[in-house]
């Protein structure tokens, strides 16, 4: 599936990366441990996260991640944002709790 | 081929960017994807380890026709029981390096599962050195 559909069906707000909606989305992985998502996630997922500082830009960017997901409304500073476009992640923002918006994720990607 | 990067302790915003900068090299030497992914969780761990726990450091990386050997060198605390600082959990992060999600005590563990060899050597209050090999042949 590809993110933008993502972005679509579960209306979430595109922070940055609005010309990478196009990469593929192979599911997600849900974590706030940034050693758990280098050790776990996998290649292509969205990453559901409340982290906002400027490291899980690189953590997505080493892991390949298809995006990142921020829940609860939560927002990313200045620095976060610009080290995303450089690195090509597209961040992503819900006003949802992880677990509501992992559970739509979740069926949406299943019934794919 | 061999280059090296500088690590600063301390420098959360800057976590990452070697291991960034190697992966990209490890790509247009063609290296299989699968072996790529593997070095880049190990070395980014590393890497961490040296801005989390670390005063200052260096990423010495050495790319051979059949391994890549990945050696970082630190001055800092060093690590006063290396058998449990490898146990999956353990962790000495402070509050304010937990917050930004560090911490788990995962990255030891991580580096362990991802490389053919690990080799870590340390002296308290002086420093700590992690060598990590993994065979692209
Ligand atoms: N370069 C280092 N210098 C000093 N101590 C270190 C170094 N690397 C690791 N350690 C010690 O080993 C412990 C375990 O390291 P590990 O990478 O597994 O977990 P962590 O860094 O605490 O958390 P995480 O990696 O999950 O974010 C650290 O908490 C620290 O006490
Ligand atoms: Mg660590």
């Known amino acids: 599936m590809k993110l933008t559909e993502v972005v679509n069906k579960l209306e979430l707000e595109v922070i940055c990366g609005e010309d990478l909606l196009e990469n593929t989305v192979t599911g997600g992985y849900c974590s706030d441990l940034l050693s758990d998502v280098m050790g776990n996630a996998q290649e292509g997922q969205v990453w559901l996260t409340i982290q906002v500082h400027n490291n899980i830009i690189a953590v997505a960017s080493l892991k390949e991640l298809s995006a990142i997901l921020l829940v609860k409304g939560l927002k990313p500073g200045k620095e976060t944002i610009e080290t995303a476009i450089q690195q090509g992640i597209p961040i992503l923002r819900t006003n949802e709790t992880a677990f509501e918006i992992a559970g739509r994720l979740y069926n949406l990607i299943r019934q794919s | ?137």
């Open chain 2, 1 to 137: 081929m061999e280059f090296e990067y500088p690590i600063e302790g301390g420098d959360f915003t800057r976590a990452g960017m070697a291991s960034s900068q190697v992966k990209k090299v490890l790509k247009q030497l063609n290296i299989a994807p699968a072996i790529i992914k593997r070095i880049a969780v190990a070395m980014y761990e590393a890497e961490v380890n040296v801005v989390a726990h670390a005063f200052k450091g260096t990423m010495l990386v050495n790319i051979m026709p059949d391994k890549v050997f990945i050696k970082f060198i630190d001055e800092g605390p060093g690590i006063h029981d290396i058998d449990l600082a490898m146990q999956e959990g353990f962790s000495t992060a402070t509050e304010s390096v937990r917050q930004m999600g560090f911490g788990a005590g995962m990255g030891l563990p991580n580096i362990k599962k991802n490389v053919d060899e690990l080799q870590i050597s340390s002296v308290v209050n002086k420093g700590t050195t992690v060598e990590l090999t993994t065979y692209i042949s």
